[in-house]
């Protein structure tokens, strides 16, 4: 069947094979009907004409669809609240304009506020405070400080005034009276205002150095150390301690049996030793050493980083701590700390210690003597760095005494797998500790061969390439391995055999230097010489 077509009529535009009406074709409806088809489409009154939202309907207007509004609205009341009359929300209005103030004042200065006061929120998402709600933190921030401001003047004026009286009263001939201004002093010495006020008075401090050398009073001794050990936070405050002349003081205190005492004095003498210009000579010249050394036999592993530090700055660059240190079994004590204790920060103060006193000719045997090279072999795996590295420095040092091979055969093989750590430093230190030990000691040169060790330093050759630092001292330590010794032609086979040749060669050829090429030399003949008399 054909498709049936369609022709315009007069007043008809054809589109397409569709009909579409002209505009004066259209039919002229009530546009009161054309609201209510609309409304009765979509099943809800728009309100407009019907005035839903605005007043009741009229009984002629009123249909199924008028109901349903009314019910939804009843809904709407039910779920979000009543609804107010003009006449209370302005009364709302007028009640939150008459406690503005009392919100103000509620964020920024709630004290001042009577208990039980109830003040109307003006919030209503939980979620977003109101204006005054965000102002309410920076406002008590800015309060508390101007009070600390405040507080820090009257301090300071508080303190200023009452130094010239303590001063008087740390000078009286009754210990009653010295001690309560000795307690007195030291609170004051507790904010930092009157501290400085303190700090800045010498008089006071030298009173308070002299009540304390006369006195016998367990509590006047508590008061000023403790004091003391509060200006030592400070520049000016060690200075002044230092020209009151604190430091013999403090280094008396060192023999206490109070632990806080203790605490405090050897708190403030090492503030004085890192930052105190003339200080290290004070404590020297009165027995300060020798006090620290004994100090070593303690338990508190805070208290023994602290001393431990204050040996190692003290013994730094000068012989005369080191042998008096010597003198008080001091790397005996040190190497006891390295075995007994598992502190991080004491091992690594201690090994500092011993790093210094390892350099010093007369106190290398007795570190060894006292199983140094043993107890520092234990930290070797350790987790910090830090201490691993110190570990190794003093090894190295300690190596080229004459050490007793049979006893450290754990340290050897444990400084062998280090020469493949990643950390160059470690690398330097693990090859040039080997080569020291395997220098003149066939049993020692036995034990690296057997633990792998010709393997391990042929691969740190080539890995470390031009490095002369690692490969000299690897060099070395396989001239070592490779003669005199009963088991000298396996290892230079075993060179041989990981491929140590090619390397070596490698090394007698720029950019190496004379002093490498010294020491490869004769290792390569030797090797080469006995490859010969293998083949043969």
Known sequence: MEAQQYHAGPGQKQRGGYMSPGLQDLPKADPMQQTMEWSHGYGMDSGIQSGATTQAPSVSSKSLH???????????????????TQEQVDEMNQQLNQT???????????????????????????????????????SQMLKHAVVNLINYQDD??????????????????????????????????????????????????????????????????????????????????????????????LIKLLSSPIESVLFY??????????????????????????????????????????????????????????????????????VHIMRTYTYEKLLWTTSRVLKVLSVCPNNKPAICEAGGIQALGMHLAHQSNRLVQNCLWTLRNLSDANVKVDDIEGVMQML?????????NVVTCAAGILSNLTCNSPRAKMI???????????????????????????????????????????????????????????????PSRWP?????????????????????
């Not at 003339?278 to 508190?300: H, T, Y």
């Not at 010294?518 to 083949?535: A, D, G, H, N, Q």
């Open 416 to 424: 062998v797998q280090l020469l493949s750590s990643n950390d160059i």
């Open 516 to 536: 490498l090429i010294k020491v490869v030399s004769p290792f390569f003949f030797m090797t080469l010489s006995s490859f010969f008399r293998f083949s043969h």
């Open 66 to 84: 008028d109901e349903d509004d009314q019910n939804m609205y009843q809904d709407w009341d039910q779920n979000y609240g009543p609804t107010y």
């Open 156 to 249: 300071a004026d508080l303190a200023t005034r009452a130094i010239p009286e303590l001063t008087k009263l740390l000078n009286d001939e009754d210990q009653v009276v010295v001690g309560q201004a000795a307690l007195m002093v030291h609170q004051l010495s507790k904010k930092e205002a009157s501290r400085h006020a303190i700090m800045n008075s010498p008089q006071i401090v030298a009173a308070l150095v002299r009540a304390m050398a006369n006195s016998n009073d367990a509590e006047v001794t508590k008061c000023v150390a403790g004091t003391l050990h509060n200006l030592s936070h400070h520049r000016a405050g060690l200075l002044t301690i230092w020209k009151s002349g604190g430091i013999p003081l």
């Open 448 to 510: 690296v061969c057997q633990i792998g060790g010709i393997e391990a330093l042929v691969g740190t050759i080539l890995q470390a390439r031009d490095r002369e630092d690692i490969t000299e001292p690897a060099i070395c330590a396989l001239r070592h391995l490779t003669s005199r010794h009963p088991e000298s032609e396996m290892a230079q086979n075993a060179v041989r055999l990981h491929y140590g040749l090619p390397a070596v060669v490698k090394l007698l050829h720029p």
């Open 265 to 334: 004095a050897i708190t403030t003498l090492h503030n004085l030793l890192l930052h105190q210009e003339g200080a290290k000579m004070a404590v020297r010249i009165n027995g300060g050493i020798q006090k620290m050394v004994a100090l070593l036999s303690k338990e508190n592993v805070k208290f023994l980083a602290i001393t431990t530090d204050c040996l190692q700055i003290l013994a730094y660059g000068n012989q005369e701590s080191k042998l008096i240190i010597l003198a008080s079994n001091g790397p005996a004590m040190l």
């Open 100 to 138: 503005r103030s009392q919100r103000v004042r509620a964020a920024m200065y709630p004290e001042t506020l009577e208990e039980g006061t109830q003040i109307p929120s003006t919030q209503f998402d939980p979620q977003h405070p109101t204006a005054v709600q965000r102002l309410a933190e920076p």
